[in-house]
């Protein structure tokens, strides 16, 4: 494959935007408020990877596998070969336990194999998910099983629960610096603010080299989804916001704009 060839995101209307898809081998912000569709489009991304051939790797810190295999259950997308790293921090044990940092032997899962009962504290060791411990692992991964698309659920809750508030830049810097000289297509969720003001995003918004922003809005006592390429560097973008609707395929991106 050409450095610049594009390849599809699997969000019909979106590649469109794109003029053809993504520009390989680099990371793509996709910022939203909850509920505005980002952990479906990152769904999308991953299974148009699964459908052509590609190995595909979903990296869950803020929900639990299970939970994120229910929620996807309604768009009955086979999802079964797709690998599902496990790095949620258990923030809801209260007793003193022993916290062990996540380890570079730590293997993912395939979703089918992930169980979609609710998952109880007990059932998991408690890790301390720190962003030296996860890239190591990581590129253990990377050199092991040769993935082509990369997702990371989310950046959001990396900062809060696996950085200092002191190294944040410098840390998301290296995380995002990493990732790229990987050589791996990924998506960086990340949850915007309410009000979505771009002064008021995150550090790693800035950083990234391409920012998608899907957003969330009431009007006239509805809530509508939209979405904008907000920056894209490397390749043409359409610059428009435009409608977004969720169907039993997943997120469609409409051809008009909003005005």
């Not at 229910?70 to 209260?94: C, E, G, K, Q, Y």
């Not at 590129?139 to 950046?155: A, E, P």
Request: aromatic share 6%; glycine share 6%.
């Amino acid at each position: 494959m050409s450095p610049r060839t594009k390849i599809p995101t699997g969000v019909p209307g979106l590649d469109k935007m794109l003029h053809g898809g993504l520009v390989p081998a680099r990371p793509y912000i996709i910022s939203g408020r909850p509920g505005s569709g980002k952990t479906t489009l990152s769904m999308q991304f991953l299974r148009e990877g699964l459908e052509g051939g590609e190995r595909c790797l979903f990296i869950a810190l803020e929900e639990p596998p299970n939970e994120i295999k229910t929620n996807m259950r309604p768009f009955r997308w086979n999802l079964d070969d797709l690998d599902v790293l496990d790095a949620n921090s258990d923030i809801r044990r209260f007793e003193p336990t022993p916290i062990l940092e996540i380890s570079t032997e730590t293997e993912p899962v395939k979703m089918r194999d992930v169980e979609e009962r609710i998952r109880k504290t007990a059932d998991f060791e408690s890790h301390e998910v720190t962003v030296h411990s996860l890239q190591n692992l990581l590129k253990k991964l990377f050199v092991k099983r040769k993935y082509h698309r990369v997702v990371v659920d989310s950046m959001t809750a990396l900062k809060y629960f696996c950085m200092r508030e002191f190294e944040e830049t410098l840390t998301t810097q290296s995380f995002i610096r990493f990732l790229t000289e990987s050589g791996v297509t990924s998506l960086l969720v990340a949850e915007s603010p309410e009000g979505g003001r771009m002064t008021r995003y995150g550090v790693e918004q800035f950083l990234a080299d391409s920012f998608l922003h899907l957003a969330l809005e009431d009007v006239k006592g509805e809530l509508r989804r939209t979405l904008t390429v907000r920056k894209m560097r490397f390749t043409k973008h359409d610059t428009g916001k435009h409608p977004v609707h969720v169907t039993r395929d997943g997120l469609i991106v409409a051809e008009e704009r909003v005005a």
